[in-house]
């Protein structure tokens, strides 16, 4: 079956789990919807004439020998900091640190032990730290136990 033969089989299938909960929507479509395409693109390009979705240029791992980009996962190397065999974005056999795209030494694909290379690709990034202030408000209002209100302020973007 193909993915899209499967939306269209599941489509009704939702639609009538959601009536049977009672839930109704303005509008019932599904990804590959047009509406659903203009929608999303209003969207990312609203947050990017603010600013809030960018580009930047990022080392990716390539497998040349393969003929394809290599998910974290499947790169292995050593540890730029302390020289311990180190995956893609972690040196989890010595000293826990992050690895950025690119940091790793020696890096080799796992898929066929060759060795990986890290050419520069556009990606977009999106700034979650441009709506700080409005999430820290947001959270302290949701209530919920201390613990978790304070993994998301203490943690990645919102806290730095
Ligand atoms: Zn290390
Ligand atoms: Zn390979």
Redesign the pocket.
């Known amino acids: 079956m193909t993915p899209e033969a499967l939306t269209i089989k599941n489509h009704p299938h939702f639609n009538e789990i959601s009536q049977g909960m009672e839930i109704d929507f303005d509008f019932f479509g599904d990804t590959d919807d047009p509406a659903c395409h203009n929608r999303t693109k209003e969207m990312v390009e609203a947050l990017m004439e603010n600013g809030y979705v960018y580009p930047r240029e990022i080392d990716l791992a390539y497998?040349p020998?393969?003929e394809?980009f290599?998910p974290d996962r499947y790169v292995e190397g050593e540890c730029p900091y302390c020289g311990k065999p180190a995956r893609g974005d972690e040196c989890d056999m010595g000293c826990g640190r992050h690895l950025e795209p690119g940091e790793i030494k020696n890096a080799i694909?796992k898929?066929?032990?060759?060795r990986?290379e890290y050419p520069q690709q556009t990606h977009y990034f999106f700034r979650l730290s441009g709506f700080r202030n409005f999430l820290l408000e947001h959270l302290q209002a949701l209530g919920g136990t201390a613990s978790a209100r304070n993994f998301a302020t203490e943690v990645g973007p919102l806290g730095t």
């Open positions: 497998c020998k393969c394809r290599l694909c898929v066929c032990g060759g990986a």
